[in-house]
């Protein structure tokens, strides 16, 4: 009964910052991964940062030293830092927590960087 929603998302020119939050409705103790994808017009959905249960984190090499991925106990929430941003970044981004028994999504938020 875990549902996510996710917010931050908006207009930024090159060079700029945006932080995407994803709030869980509840709780989540058990927990593999948690991680933030994204999806550009006409493409398949891709990962772009990943943290483990542990705070192992990985990333895409295309946003290695710019985004930052962390969670947040206390607020419930995984968040994306995103600095430096380039066109090349406009997508949706979508939240994604895989437990032992399931798979969740967020909705997804519209990030656009113009040039």
């Known amino acids: 009964q875990v549902q996510l929603m996710e917010s931050g998302g908006g207009l930024v020119q090159t060079g700029g910052s945006l932080r995407l939050s994803c709030a869980a409705s509840?709780?989540?103790?058990?927990?593999?991964?948690m991680a933030w994808y994204l999806q550009a017009p006409g493409k398949q959905r891709e990962l772009v940062a990943v943290i483990t249960r542990g705070g192992a984190t990985t990333y895409s090499d295309s946003v290695k030293g710019r985004f930052s991925i962390s969670r947040d106990s206390t607020r419930n929430t995984v968040d994306l830092q995103m600095n430096s941003l380039k066109p090349e970044d406009t997508a949706v981004y979508y939240c994604?927590?895989?437990?032992?028994?399931?798979?969740?999504w967020g909705q997804g938020t519209q990030v656009t960087v113009s040039s």
């Open positions: 509840r709780t989540i103790f058990s927990f593999n991964t």
């Open positions: 994604k927590v895989v437990t032992a028994e399931r798979t969740y």
